[in-house]
T-cell receptor
Framework: RKEVEQDPGPFNVPEGATVAFNCTYS??????FFWYRQDCRKEPKLLMS???SGNEDGRFTAQLNRASQYISLLIRDSKLSDSATYLC??????????FGSGTRLQVQP | DVKVTQSSRYLVKRTGEKVFLECVQD?????MFWYRQDPGLGLRLIYF???????EKGDIPEGYSVSREKKERFSLILESASTNQTSMYLC?????????????FGPGTRLTVT
């Protein structure tokens, strides 16, 4: 079983739609959680950290459910520029991070 | 702005060649990492280093070695390149002083071994 699992997609949504991605992780000792964004042929970049109480950054909302060991990302009012691969990332207490394989989002006009 | 640079964007090497991939960061970060990224497999950690001359194996260290002689520079070495090492290689760095261990990535090196 992979340590971090994501639906690879693609999720094809129209502009203005709301879309949600989930991610599950296997290590209950995981301490920190993140969503990274990766554009085609570019490096991953931090989108947002995920806190236990949930957090919001503009159109993006991240939630953490420790009991069920999953993390979610909600994008409201999707823009064409949101098209990318979204990587779920977990830290289990070591200095390195564990990355999911990513969920591809394609926002269509 | 944090800057992580990698020596090459594209590299083509022959089977059996020794390959050096260089990574430099300018933010005085303690931690540096090498990943490879393949379709469907995501980013997999090859090696990381948390201090000069210190290194730890990641999830897939076989066929690779690393060198960290200076804090800002972390090199990945393929002793004898093989076709199954054709991949995108990403270097990253992070600070120990932060709480989140956020990693900053370089632009990547797309290596083809023929």
């Amino acid at each position: 079983r992979k340590e971090v699992e994501q639906d690879p997609g693609p999720f094809n949504v129209p502009e203005g739609a709301t879309v949600a991605f989930n991610c599950t992780y296997s290590n209950s000792a995981s301490q920190s959680f993140f969503w990274y964004r990766q554009d085609c042929r570019k490096e991953p970049k931090l989108l947002m950290s995920v806190y236990s109480s949930g957090n919001e950054d503009g159109r993006f909302t991240a939630q953490l459910n420790r009991a069920s060991q999953y993390i979610s990302l909600l994008i409201r009012d999707s823009k064409l520029s949101d098209s990318a691969t979204y990587l779920c990332v977990v830290n289990t207490g070591r200095r390195a991070l564990t990355f999911g394989s990513g969920t591809r989002l394609q926002v269509q006009p | 702005d944090v800057k992580v640079t990698q020596s090459s964007r594209y590299l083509v090497k022959r089977t059996g060649e020794k390959v050096f991939l260089e990574c430099v960061q300018d933010m005085d970060h303690e931690n540096m990492f090498w990943y490879r990224q393949d379709p469907g497999l995501g980013l997999r950690l090859i090696y990381f280093s948390y201090d000069v001359k210190m290194k730890e194996k990641g999830d897939i260290p076989e066929g690779y070695s690393v060198s960290r002689e200076k804090k800002e520079r972390f090199s990945l070495i393929l002793e004898s390149a093989s076709t199954n090492q054709t991949s995108m290689y990403l270097c990253a760095s992070s600070s120990t002083s932060g709480v989140s261990y956020e990693q900053y990535f370089g632009p990547g090196t797309r290596l083809t071994v023929t």
